[in-house]
């Protein structure tokens, strides 16, 4: 059976309260939110800590989905099974639905955060890889105020965040544009297992006046579907969940093709660095990379057609 180290227990029940303990234990003290990554760290004796600082009963201070007409923000302790079930949230973002069908199983969904997933910095989170799609900011809270890091700064390394150890990340932000789409698509050995590799899209059309581009879309009432933006995110090829800058480069300003998303493919395959584990050979992670990255931008442009056309 695997057992943890002893360690001593105590439960916030306030942020600052929860930031005070960390001050005061300093590093001997980790955050628990809900436990489904620490736990079974602790478990393999592959982390150690004196005490463990439960997070749980701020679920009614960080635990919401809100909106205003620029942006979504996600209480840190925001459960995946609230993530899955937010209807609203799934409208405007439904890549967070393809994500969340594919994370684990009802029971860490059920207790699994935003929160934990993003300071885990495990390079195959999921949800990591959807912050980094959508270009989300993280808010990190310390006795001495508030921070906004953007998501392609929270990450340091494999399993290391911006969050110090006396701060706790406390809420996820997300731009709302107009004519969006955006989709995931994960490869797994088993359901509910980590990604032997992953890839998310989001994109946000335009419309130009018809054949202003030389070419035509008889389905789109006189005009011409542009890409204004696109971002990729990738997920377990690299020490981190990754947004691949080059790809929005080569994509803003394009009519939406299968030649622009077999160029995006390409594109995702040398940008990224897998290594072989036992999920996979770095050759076939590359190859998951290409490939999904063009299924997940084929779907995140059907579904902004979808919206443009509604
Ligand atoms: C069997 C199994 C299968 C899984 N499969 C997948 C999968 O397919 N895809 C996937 O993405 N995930 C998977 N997970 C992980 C799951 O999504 C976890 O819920 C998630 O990684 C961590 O969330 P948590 O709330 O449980 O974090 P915890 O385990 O409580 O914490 C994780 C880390 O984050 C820190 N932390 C937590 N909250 C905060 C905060 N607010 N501020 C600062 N630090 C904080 C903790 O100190 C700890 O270091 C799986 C887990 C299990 C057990």
Redo the contacts with the bound molecule.
Sequence with gaps: MQVPAPFEYERATSVDG?IGLLERLGDTA????????????MKLRL?NFEY??D?ND?HGD?GYITFTAEEVRIG??T??REIAESAELLAVFPIFAD?EQ????P???N????????????P??????VCTTLGASCV?RGSGGERVVPMAEFHRGP?E?A?GTT????EVRFPIRPYAGSAYE?V?RRA????VAAAGAAVWLSSEPRGSRGRTDSENDGHDVVLADARVGL?AVGPNTVEIPSISAALRGQTPSEELYARAGELAAQNCHPVTDPRGSADYKRHLADELTRRALRRAVQRATDQVRS
């Design positions: 929860a980790k955050l628990v939110a809900g436990g489904h990554s620490l736990l079974p760290m982390a463990l600082i997070i701020l960080l840190a302790m459960r995946h994500a594919v994370i684990a199983d029971v860490v969904r207790r699994g955060t935003i929160g934990g997933s993003l300071c885990q910095a495990d195959a989170e999921d949800l990591s890889a990190i399993y965040t969050v701060e706790m990340l406390t994960k797994e509910g297992d980590w990604a997920a």
